[in-house]
Structures are given as structure tokens and as C-alpha cells.
């Protein structure tokens, strides 16, 4: 029983689960709570933390909302006793959960149960295997179900990660232009069917040329991150901050009428200008002011909440904030 035992836990990987896996693997064994114990599903689970003996739905799927959630969820329906329409509603509220959609389930049947075999596969399971098959080869396909999970894991991770970097400006770590558009096309429609205000302000850093020409461009991207930083610190977690050109931002506020998105303009633009920036110990801290244009919706000419009508008002204002001197708000 304990060569067994051994010899499942190493197939399985997790003897060496830094060689195997790169963290171990994670298995939720789900039996009826008279089932008697089998040897090969207390190795599978042995050490592995989670093991529920319930076939509670609710109990089940709540452990699957812990993190860590199961990379596999070993269902024992070999009992022949027991009644297998409450294993085929657990099965298939595994895969349509949310929280327990990306786990794998292999199901362990009584043997010589065909139909019962193809059933749960119809319903979501990944592998189903008959109950008088060699424990070495249930390791081996529950073993070879993780390993498939964890691609999957990565590959979800990938493309996850692509988005991001395709939306993210690499110097500051604000949206981009790309994020920008979608984000007040959405924001601009629940404004219209909530009747509800929106403002959109552009930031332009004044005379960052001279900085540029007069310290370096380093000097320049460093002012650059510092000054995210500081709009992004200092608006609300529904506000957007958005580095859309060189040295221009846009920040896009729901809910916020004229008057309060004048004073947050105003607000942040002392804030830019209320504390010099380090560009390095070879230069003097060096003083930054911005000119600030703000728009809101419903804008001047239309009812309708357009987000370009909005940029366009908002860009026609920074202008303004320009002409008038900069380090100033015009609206
Ligand atoms: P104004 O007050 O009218 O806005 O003048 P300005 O000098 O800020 O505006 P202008 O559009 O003439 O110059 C913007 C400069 O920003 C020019 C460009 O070289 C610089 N710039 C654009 N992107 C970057 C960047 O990523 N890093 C650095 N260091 N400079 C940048
Ligand atoms: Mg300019
Ligand atoms: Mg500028
Ligand atoms: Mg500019």
C-alpha cells in the first residue's frame, strides 16, 4: 500500500513539483461523505491541502472561490450505491462556475458504466475513467490533465499580458491613445442612458521643448514619469489618466459637472506646480507648469454625449489656456 502510495505521488509529480510543475499541483478530491476511502484518491490528494468530502454543490464551489483553486478536481462517483444525477449536476456546475471553469475534472466511474461514462462527458468533464483501471494510469491521465491546465494557464496569461502592453505607455505605466477611445466610447454611453454629466480634460506640460533642449531627455522622461504619477495619485480610482501624446495627457472624469471639474483642473495644476521635480543631481530641481483644458458633456453645441465632440472642446480650450499665458485652466 505504501509503494503504492509513493509510486502514485511521484508519477503524479509531486515528490519534485519545481521539476514537474513549477508550483504543486492542486487536486480536489469530491466523494460522497459515506464513500469508503480508496487508496489511489487519498495518494492523489495526499499533501495537497484540499481535500472536501461533500458533494454539496455550494460547499464544493465555494472552496473553488479560494485561492488557490483546484487545478483538478478528482470526482469519485465509483460508488455504486450512490446516485449519479447528483455527481452529473456537481460536474456540470464546475464548468459552468466562473470560479471553477478553468479547473479540470476527472471522473472515476463504477466499471463497465458506458453510459454513465459518456454523460459526464457530455457535461464538461475532461477524463473519465472506469474504477478497476491500474492506479498508475489514473496518475498518469490526471497527471497529463494538469499538465494541459497549466499550458492553458500560460497561454491565458500571455495573451493577457499582450493586451496590457498593447494598451500602456512603457515610460509612464498610463493607458495609451489605444485604451483612451473605447474607454470614453463606454464611459460617454453610460453618461447618455444615465443622463448623467461627464468631463474630459487635456494636459499639456508648458514649454517642455526648453526642458528637453536645456537638460536632456532624460531629464525630460523623467519629468514625464514623475508628473503621471502625480495626476495619477491624485484623482479618483473611477477617473481615467492617459498619456495620449508626447507630453500631453487626458483625463476623463464620469459624473462631474463643470464646476467640480474646473476645480480638480485647478487642483491639479497647482499640484504640478506647487512642488519642483528631481531630474537628476546634476541639475537644480526644476519648476513645471501645465496648461489645462477642460470640456464637459452635454458640450455647448450638442445634447448627445459624443466623445469626440468632447475632445474636440477640450483641445479648443487648452488652446485657449495656451494663448492666455499657460499654467493655467481654460474651459
Ligand atoms: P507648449 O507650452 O506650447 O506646449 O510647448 P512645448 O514645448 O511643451 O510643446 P511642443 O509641442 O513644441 O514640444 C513638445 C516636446 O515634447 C517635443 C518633443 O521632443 C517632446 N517629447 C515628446 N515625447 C517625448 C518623450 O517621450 N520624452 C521626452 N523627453 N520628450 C518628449
Ligand atoms: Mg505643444
Ligand atoms: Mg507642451
Ligand atoms: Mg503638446
Known amino acids: 500500500e505504501l509503494q503504492l502510495r509513493d509510486g502514485t505521488r511521484s508519477a503524479l509529480g509531486f515528490e519534485e513539483p519545481a521539476t514537474t510543475f513549477e508550483t504543486a499541483a492542486n487536486v480536489a478530491l469530491l466523494s460522497a461523505a459515506g464513500a469508503p476511502d480508496s487508496v489511489l484518491l487519498a495518494s492523489l490528494t495526499h499533501g495537497l491541502g484540499h481535500i472536501i468530502r461533500s458533494l454539496d454543490p455550494d460547499k464544493v464551489l465555494r472552496m473553488g472561490r479560494l485561492p488557490p483553486t483546484p487545478d483538478l478536481f478528482v470526482v ?49 468533464a475532461d477524463d473519465v475513467i472506469p474504477a478497476d483501471v491500474s492506479t ?88 514625464l514619469k514623475q508628473l503621471s504619477k502625480r495626476l495619477q495619485g491624485n484623482v479618483r480610482a473611477v477617473d481615467l489618466v492617459a498619456r495620449v501624446g508626447g507630453e500631453e495627457f487626458l483625463i476623463a472624469l464620469p459624473g462631474t459637472t463643470a464646476a467640480q471639474a474646473q476645480s480638480t483642473a485647478n487642483r491639479l495644476r497647482q499640484l504640478v506646480n506647487s512642488a519642483p521635480f528631481d531630474i537628476g543631481e546634476a541639475h537644480p530641481k526644476l519648476s513645471v507648469t501645465v496648461s489645462v483644458g477642460v470640456a464637459v458633456s452635454p458640450t455647448k453645441t450638442k445634447q448627445e454625449c459624443r466623445p469626440s465632440a468632447i475632445c474636440k472642446e477640450a483641445d479648443a480650450a487648452l488652446y485657449v489656456a495656451k494663448s492666455a499665458g499657460r499654467n493655467q485652466v481654460a474651459m
Open 76 to 124: 469519485d462517483a465509483s460508488d455504486p450505491d450512490f446516485l449519479e444525477t447528483r455527481f452529473f449536476g456537481l460536474v456540470s456546475d464546475l464548468r459552468a462556475r466562473a470560479e471553477t471553469r478553468q479547473s479540470t475534472q476527472l471522473i472515476i466511474v463504477p466499471k463497465d458504466a458506458d453510459e454513465m461514462a459518456a454523460m459526464f462527458l457530455d457535461l464538461g
Open 136 to 223: 498508475t494510469e489514473i496518475a498518469l491521465r490526471a497527471k497529463s490533465l494538469i499538465k494541459r491546465k497549466r499550458l492553458h494557464d500560460r497561454l491565458r496569461d500571455t495573451v493577457r499580458d499582450g493586451l496590457q502592453a498593447a494598451v500602456t505607455d512603457p515610460l509612464t505605466g498610463l493607458f495609451n491613445r489605444r485604451y483612451v477611445d473605447p474607454h470614453l466610447a463606454s464611459m460617454a454611453h453610460q453618461a447618455q442612458i444615465s443622463g448623467d454629466v461627464m468631463a474630459v480634460m487635456m494636459v499639456d506640460i508648458d514649454h517642455f521643448k526648453m526642458i528637453n533642449d536645456t537638460y536632456g531627455h532624460a531629464a525630460g522622461d523623467s519629468v
